[in-house]
């Protein structure tokens, strides 16, 4: 026992119908969320891509069509790009009013909760007018600086809740420490707050850039140059230029979802390591 | 006395400070369309007057509401719909997506690729799931179908043809994806204090006893968070309607958002103004939805 | 300190943003520089050559245009990446901050009712009238796309030619008239019976498209449904025997005829009745004369493959031929830039390039001046001289209607194909298509 305790990367025990259980909802996860896309994979080799078997001779003729014709990389640069720099800001921008709100009690505080709970309803057909107009008006229109600045605005809601929830577990002994120390309510924040908050930033972070990366009816709109467009417009286009050729189509879809998976794993380590990080202080 | 006052002033130039980018850049993006769909629910806005939205005046200020809860049947089936897959969500995502993350949390051999591969289809895009789930349905090339014939032979199920079917073929193709929230509470669970575990167990408690009486209780706030994001990802519900079953069969399948797209952009009539109307309605509902919720998990948090 | 970091990545966002907004007016200024009057032509053939080959023609053909007249006037040309959807969405866009496309090909979207409500596009009737060769160009499209108010905001070069096709090879196998031979809507039937019979599956269908270009066709049949055809969008009850008819007709003679297996959910990506067909598994396709061109190499055999005409019950022949929305100019611009979109509309379904378009397998011309026995000389490839025929026999129909979306409106378009599932599995019976059809023309007004 003891020795598990110390080393947090092993299982916690329990019996032996738990440990069966425990097997047996992760065979479950794995095969509800590898299987759709692991059946795309293998059908991406078929002639006529479908049913359940294997196929019975291997076509890569997709593959072939979209590395050869389609500048992938540029449209990975840009998402990158927009993604990341969205991200963080909008991270930047919500944690000060999360913490805020969190952490102080003053007038109209319910009030910027209820601010920030609206946009989580607005239909983006009724955003998207007014939107495409202040763009074109501060002259943005099909620019990656353009969307940068609305994605910085979209996801904040969901960046809000989490962050809010996040701060509101802080010891509050953490703050006062730090006010006998003589640090000044940013001072407090920054050195005190924003280390504790880590995994609370990484787990934010994490769902904006996922959001972001993901954004379509935007992109769309705003977007019209292809060297500018981002992944999900690519698999857009893909759709239309395949819907007459399957095997092309499957295999669009496995080029577009494959890199992402890849990124996310490797991320999701240093979350990790940053998650424990946390937890060793919280 | 006064230095206390100095403070005061200080700590409200913070909270403003801090507040004033987030607040700026809601005015900016959010302000304006939020007056707009609220005045133009309003008024008569359509193709016929695209860009001069005309207010109905007072005799007539709520035909669009009335209209649209007595004549448009497309209008009410996507509320009840929308009002379904919300309740859908908390009654299978959540809970499902608590029980992973504990299961998970036990760390037992694979958990992290367990945890990457729930991940996945939340963070590919939704075209590319929506496009996955529409080849899996087909009757031609899909699954669903063969294996349907495998354990009844000739039954030659077409999910998405079939108005009752349709509707779980949608929910399906999302409902049991939660892995962002799974993440979500697995971050919660690692920064509880493991001393309060270690008293526990020296207590005698079974794992089952720990995660239900300790973890549980301690993941409250979070799983109200994830309810929130998820509950509203359940009423907001769009791409996987207009990727999978476009609506139908015979606008079976709407959703509140659906609706609003396809009344607005989706048709010649170019209906802002009954659109606006449903986004009024959607945005009352969020806000209710966020409030009970908040509510039932009591994510109060004091100073 | 950590507020510091806040700001600078904020003034570095903003920096990014300006210069590229810098970038981007530069980029804009350089395009008409040299003095000569300058209009921007945006259409949707984004695709490249390999994906679909007709669009790299289709933007050959505007360069040319551009290239003959460089030393007149600067005509760009821009392919929307979203092609004709997302010019539409554009253009909606636009319009909502008071923009307009100098011109555009909206491909078939229609955004004339609204852009013309915000009086952001021109008449272009005066110019059709004042030019007898402009108006032979366009065809049907100046008496299908004049307003209440008599005028043309759109005209096209292309026109949704629709018949259908067959697959000859199996319908001898089965021992069914071919429907060349078709007198009435009664061989139709007994044809798809002798199909069944062999085990051929008659039609592969959907809940939208294909399924809609049989009712129009079977719309045809004789004078009495013909006149509420013809009503379209002035309909205001579907409660009407001959419409009642048709839906019987659909559900009985057509939906229940096919298994699930061919019967697809409808929508942009529902191409199985397609593949349905050109890999020999159906015997009639419902889709217009272009998907000759998917028709290359294919399964079923090319040369099995036919253009047919739809029967009516009098004797005659029916097609489906609709123009739509396409050129749309802005009314912003001035007389010799709109002169300029004229010249090019006119360039566009002239003879010379109607011809190119039929020959290149591109789609089908509502210009009155080609001469299609000629065109069939010069093409080589199969599928272009199935293009041509296809064509060639859809201009001998005694009858040529609008097709259904067009003919309706894309609402009770919409509305209408819902049905066919339910029609299709027999838990709606045509009553209810009826009385529901209604009940959404209702909740429309």
Same mark, same amino acid.
């Given at each position: 026992?003891?020795?598990?305790?110390?080393?947090?990367?092993?299982?916690?025990?329990?019996?032996?119908?738990?440990?069966?259980?425990?097997?047996?909802?992760?065979?479950?996860?794995?095969?509800?969320?590898?299987?759709?896309?692991?059946?795309?994979?293998?059908?991406?080799?078929?002639?006529?891509?479908?049913?359940?078997?294997?196929?019975?001779?291997?076509?890569?003729?997709?593959?072939?069509?979209?590395?050869?014709?389609?500048?992938?990389?540029?449209?990975?640069?840009?998402?990158?790009?927009?993604?990341?720099?969205?991200?963080?800001?909008?991270?930047?921008?919500?944690?000060?009013?999360?913490?805020?709100?969190?952490?102080?009690?003053?007038?109209?505080?319910?009030?910027?909760?209820?601010?920030?709970?609206?946009?989580?309803?607005?239909?983006?057909?009724?955003?998207?007018?007014?939107?495409?107009?202040?763009?074109?008006?501060?002259?943005?229109?099909?620019?990656?600086?353009?969307?940068?600045?609305?994605?910085?605005?979209?996801?904040?809601?969901?960046?809000?809740?989490?962050?809010?929830?996040?701060?509101?577990?802080?010891?509050?002994?953490?703050?006062?420490?730090?006010?006998?120390?003589?640090?000044?309510?940013?001072?407090?924040?920054?050195?005190?707050?924003?280390?504790?908050?880590?995994?609370?930033?990484?787990?934010?972070?994490?769902?904006?850039?996922?959001?972001?990366?993901?954004?379509?009816?935007?992109?769309?709109?705003?977007?019209?140059?292809?060297?500018?467009?981002?992944?999900?417009?690519?698999?857009?286009?893909?759709?239309?230029?395949?819907?007459?050729?399957?095997?092309?189509?499957?295999?669009?879809?496995?080029?577009?979802?494959?890199?992402?998976?890849?990124?996310?794993?490797?991320?999701?380590?240093?979350?990790?390591?940053?998650?424990?990080?946390?937890?060793?202080?919280? | 006395?006064?230095?206390?006052?100095?403070?005061?002033?200080?700590?409200?130039?913070?909270?403003?400070?801090?507040?004033?980018?987030?607040?700026?850049?809601?005015?900016?993006?959010?302000?304006?369309?939020?007056?707009?769909?609220?005045?133009?629910?309003?008024?008569?806005?359509?193709?016929?007057?695209?860009?001069?939205?005309?207010?109905?005046?007072?005799?007539?200020?709520?035909?669009?509401?009335?209209?649209?809860?007595?004549?448009?049947?497309?209008?009410?089936?996507?509320?009840?719909?929308?009002?379904?897959?919300?309740?859908?969500?908390?009654?299978?995502?959540?809970?499902?997506?608590?029980?992973?993350?504990?299961?998970?949390?036990?760390?037992?051999?694979?958990?992290?690729?367990?945890?990457?591969?729930?991940?996945?289809?939340?963070?590919?895009?939704?075209?590319?799931?929506?496009?996955?789930?529409?080849?899996?349905?087909?009757?031609?090339?899909?699954?669903?179908?063969?294996?349907?014939?495998?354990?009844?032979?000739?039954?030659?199920?077409?999910?998405?043809?079939?108005?009752?079917?349709?509707?779980?073929?949608?929910?399906?193709?999302?409902?049991?994806?939660?892995?962002?929230?799974?993440?979500?509470?697995?971050?919660?669970?690692?920064?509880?204090?493991?001393?309060?575990?270690?008293?526990?167990?020296?207590?005698?408690?079974?794992?089952?006893?720990?995660?239900?009486?300790?973890?549980?209780?301690?993941?409250?706030?979070?799983?109200?968070?994830?309810?929130?994001?998820?509950?509203?990802?359940?009423?907001?519900?769009?791409?996987?309607?207009?990727?999978?079953?476009?609506?139908?069969?015979?606008?079976?399948?709407?959703?509140?958002?659906?609706?609003?797209?396809?009344?607005?952009?989706?048709?010649?009539?170019?209906?802002?103004?009954?659109?606006?109307?449903?986004?009024?309605?959607?945005?009352?509902?969020?806000?209710?939805?966020?409030?009970?919720?908040?509510?039932?998990?009591?994510?109060?948090?004091?100073? | 300190?950590?507020?510091?970091?806040?700001?600078?990545?904020?003034?570095?966002?903003?920096?990014?943003?300006?210069?590229?907004? +810098?970038?981007?007016?530069?980029?804009?200024?350089?395009?008409?520089?040299?003095?000569?009057?300058?209009?921007?032509?945006?259409?949707?053939?984004?695709?490249?050559?390999?994906?679909?080959?007709?669009?790299?023609?289709?933007?050959?053909?505007?360069?040319?245009?551009?290239?003959?007249?460089?030393?007149?006037?600067?005509?760009?040309?821009?392919?929307?990446?979203? $092609?004709?959807?997302?010019?539409?969405?554009?253009?909606?866009?636009?319009?909502?901050?008071?923009?307009?496309?100098? !011109?555009?090909?909206?491909?078939?979207?229609?955004?004339?009712?609204?852009?013309?409500?915000?009086?952001?596009?021109?008449?272009?009737?005066?110019?059709?009238?004042?030019?007898?060769?402009?108006?032979?160009?366009?065809?049907?499209?100046?008496?299908?796309?004049?307003?209440?108010?008599?005028?043309?905001?759109?005209?096209?070069?292309?026109?949704?030619?629709?018949?259908?096709?067959?697959?000859?090879?199996?319908?001898?196998?089965?021992?069914?008239?071919?429907?060349?031979?078709?007198?009435?809507?009664?061989?139709?039937?007994?044809?798809?019976?002798?199909?069944?019979?062999? $085990?051929?599956?008659?039609?592969?269908?959907?809940?939208?498209?294909?399924?809609?270009?049989?009712?129009?066709?079977?719309?045809?049949?004789?004078?009495?449904?013909?006149?509420?055809?013809?009503? $379209?969008?002035?309909?205001?009850?579907?409660?009407?025997?001959?419409?009642?008819?048709?839906?019987?007709?659909?559900?009985?003679?057509?939906?229940?005829?096919?298994?699930?297996?061919?019967? $697809?959910?409808?929508?942009?990506?529902?191409?199985?009745?397609?593949?349905?067909?050109?890999?020999?598994?159906?015997?009639?396709?419902?889709?217009?004369?272009?998907? +000759?061109?998917?028709?290359?190499?294919?399964? +079923?055999? !090319?040369?099995?493959?036919?253009?047919?005409?739809?029967?009516?019950?009098?004797?005659?022949?029916?097609?489906?031929?609709?123009?739509?929305?396409?050129?749309?100019?802005?009314?912003?611009?001035?007389?010799?830039?709109?002169?300029?979109?004229?010249?090019?509309?006119?360039?566009?379904?002239?003879?010379?390039?109607?011809?190119?378009?039929?020959?290149?397998? !591109?789609?089908?011309?509502?210009?009155?001046?080609?001469?299609?026995?000629?065109?069939?000389?010069?093409?080589?490839?199969?599928?272009?001289?199935?293009?041509?025929?296809?064509?060639?026999?859809?201009?001998?129909?005694?009858?040529?209607?609008?097709?259904?979306?067009?003919?309706?409106?894309?609402?009770?378009?919409?509305?209408?194909?819902?049905?066919?599932?339910?029609?299709?599995?027999?838990?709606?019976?045509?009553?209810?298509?009826?009385?529901?059809?209604?009940?959404?023309?209702?909740?429309?007004?």
């Amino acid at each position: 026992m003891s020795k598990r305790k110390k080393n947090g990367e092993h299982s916690e025990g329990g019996s032996r119908g738990a440990k069966i259980f425990r097997y047996f909802i992760m065979l479950l996860v794995m095969i509800v969320s590898v299987y759709p896309i692991l059946w795309v994979f293998i059908s991406s080799f078929k002639k006529n891509p479908g049913g359940l078997s294997l196929p019975d001779e291997w076509i890569f003729d997709g593959y072939v069509t979209i590395f050869t014709k389609l500048d992938i990389q540029t449209y990975f640069i840009n998402s990158f790009i927009i993604t990341i720099i969205s991200t963080v800001i909008s991270v930047a921008i919500v944690a000060m009013a999360a913490y805020v709100v969190a952490r102080m009690k003053f007038f109209g505080r319910a009030l910027v909760t209820l601010m920030f709970s609206t946009t989580l309803f607005i239909p983006s057909v009724s955003i998207s007018f007014p939107i495409y107009r202040l763009l074109g008006d501060l002259g943005l229109k099909d620019t990656r600086a353009g969307v940068i600045f609305i994605y910085s605005g979209l996801g904040i809601a969901v960046t809000y809740f989490i962050l809010q929830s996040y701060f509101s577990t802080i010891p509050k002994e953490m703050e006062e420490a730090a006010k006998i120390d003589g640090c000044g309510y940013t001072g407090t924040f920054v050195r005190i707050i924003l280390p504790i908050a880590k995994p609370g930033l990484a787990t934010a972070g994490i769902m904006a850039f996922l959001n972001n990366w993901n954004e379509f009816y935007f992109a769309s709109i705003l977007l019209k140059s292809p060297e500018k467009m981002t992944i999900p417009a690519l698999l857009g286009q893909f759709t239309s230029a395949y819907s007459k050729n399957l095997n092309g189509m499957f295999s669009a879809i496995i080029v577009a979802v494959v890199p992402t998976i890849v990124i996310f794993c490797l991320l999701s380590e240093t979350f990790v390591k940053s998650l424990t990080a946390g937890a060793v202080k919280g | 006395m006064k230095k206390k006052k100095s403070r005061l002033n200080k700590r409200t130039g913070f909270i403003l400070y801090f507040l004033m980018p987030a607040i700026l850049l809601y005015l900016i993006i959010y302000a304006y369309p939020l007056i707009n769909i609220f005045f133009t629910s309003f008024c008569e806005w359509n193709s016929k007057n695209f860009v001069a939205p005309r207010f109905l005046g007072w005799d007539h200020v709520f035909d669009n509401y009335r209209k649209i809860f007595t004549v448009d049947a497309n209008f009410q089936r996507a509320l009840i719909n929308s009002i379904k897959w919300v309740i859908l969500t908390m009654l299978i995502q959540i809970p499902w997506s608590v029980l992973v993350a504990l299961v998970l949390s036990k760390r037992e051999r694979g958990w992290r690729m367990t945890r990457n591969a729930f991940v996945i289809p939340n963070i590919i895009s939704t075209a590319a799931i929506g496009l996955i789930f529409l080849n899996l349905y087909s009757p031609a090339r899909g699954i669903v179908t063969e294996i349907c014939n495998k354990i009844v032979p000739g039954s030659n199920v077409s999910v998405l043809a079939n108005e009752k079917w349709a509707f779980w073929g949608v929910t399906f193709s999302f409902v049991l994806f939660g892995g962002s929230s799974c993440l979500l509470l697995m971050t919660q669970i690692f920064s509880i204090d493991p001393g309060i575990y270690e008293a526990a167990k020296v207590d005698g408690a079974s794992s089952l006893q720990i995660d239900t009486r300790i973890t549980l209780p301690l993941l409250r706030p979070m799983i109200g968070t994830v309810s929130v994001i998820a509950a509203n990802y359940g009423l907001l519900l769009y791409n996987e309607i207009a990727l999978i079953s476009g609506g139908g069969p015979d606008n079976s399948t709407y959703s509140l958002s659906f609706y609003i797209y396809k009344t607005a952009l989706g048709s010649q009539k170019l209906n802002f103004a009954r659109a606006n109307t449903a986004g009024v309605i959607q945005i009352f509902l969020g806000i209710l939805l966020v409030g009970c919720i908040n509510r039932l998990f009591h994510t109060k948090d004091g100073e | 300190m950590k507020n510091k970091v806040f700001s600078s990545i904020l003034a570095l966002a903003m920096t990014v943003s300006f210069v590229s907004a +810098a970038g981007q007016t530069v980029l804009a200024a350089d395009d008409g520089g040299d003095g000569l009057p300058s209009v921007t032509f945006t259409h949707g053939y984004y695709h490249d050559e390999s994906e679909w080959a007709p669009a790299a023609e289709m933007r050959k053909i505007y360069q040319e245009f551009a290239d003959m007249h460089k030393d007149e006037f600067t005509f760009n040309i821009v392919a929307d990446q979203g $092609g004709a959807e997302g010019i539409y969405n554009t253009a909606l866009n636009d319009l909502s901050s008071g923009d307009f496309y100098d !011109i555009a090909d909206f491909g078939g979207w229609d955004i004339t009712e609204a852009a013309a409500g915000a009086g952001a596009i021109m008449d272009l009737k005066p110019y059709l009238d004042a030019d007898d060769d402009l108006k032979a160009g366009v065809g049907v499209c100046y008496d299908q796309n004049m307003t209440a108010d008599g005028k043309i905001y759109s005209v096209r070069e292309q026109v949704e030619g629709v018949g259908f096709w067959y697959n000859e090879a199996l319908f001898k196998e089965a021992g069914a008239e071919t429907p060349d031979m078709w007198k009435s809507w009664a061989d139709f039937d007994a044809a798809v019976d002798k199909l069944v019979a062999a $085990g051929i599956s008659p039609f592969s269908m959907n809940a939208g498209w294909p399924t809609n270009i049989l009712a129009a066709g079977y719309s045809q049949r004789d004078e009495a449904s013909r006149e509420f055809y013809a009503k $379209g969008r002035e309909i205001e009850s579907f409660d009407d025997e001959t419409f009642r008819q048709t839906t019987g007709f659909m559900q009985k003679n057509v939906l229940e005829k096919i298994d699930a297996a061919h019967f $697809g959910p409808g929508g942009d990506d529902d191409n199985q009745y397609m593949l349905d067909f050109t890999s020999g598994d159906s015997a009639m396709l419902f889709n217009g004369v272009w998907a +000759a061109g998917d028709f290359t190499d294919c399964e +079923a055999g !090319i040369e099995n493959l036919k253009p047919a005409l739809f029967p009516t019950d009098d004797g005659k022949k029916a097609g489906l031929l609709s123009g739509g929305c396409g050129y749309v100019v802005s009314d912003k611009l001035s007389d010799e830039q709109k002169e300029i979109c004229v010249e090019f509309i006119k360039y566009m379904t002239s003879p010379e390039i109607a011809g190119r378009i039929v020959e290149n397998g !591109i789609g089908m011309v509502p210009s009155t001046a080609v001469d299609y026995e000629a065109a069939a000389g010069t093409v080589e490839s199969p599928a272009g001289k199935l293009l041509v025929e296809a064509c060639r026999t859809l201009n001998t129909a005694d009858i040529k209607a609008l097709g259904w979306g067009n003919n309706f409106g894309g609402d009770v378009e919409g509305e209408y194909q819902n049905k066919y599932a339910g029609l299709k599995d027999g838990s709606k019976s045509v009553d209810d298509v009826i009385k529901e059809l209604d009940q959404a023309l209702e909740a429309a007004q």
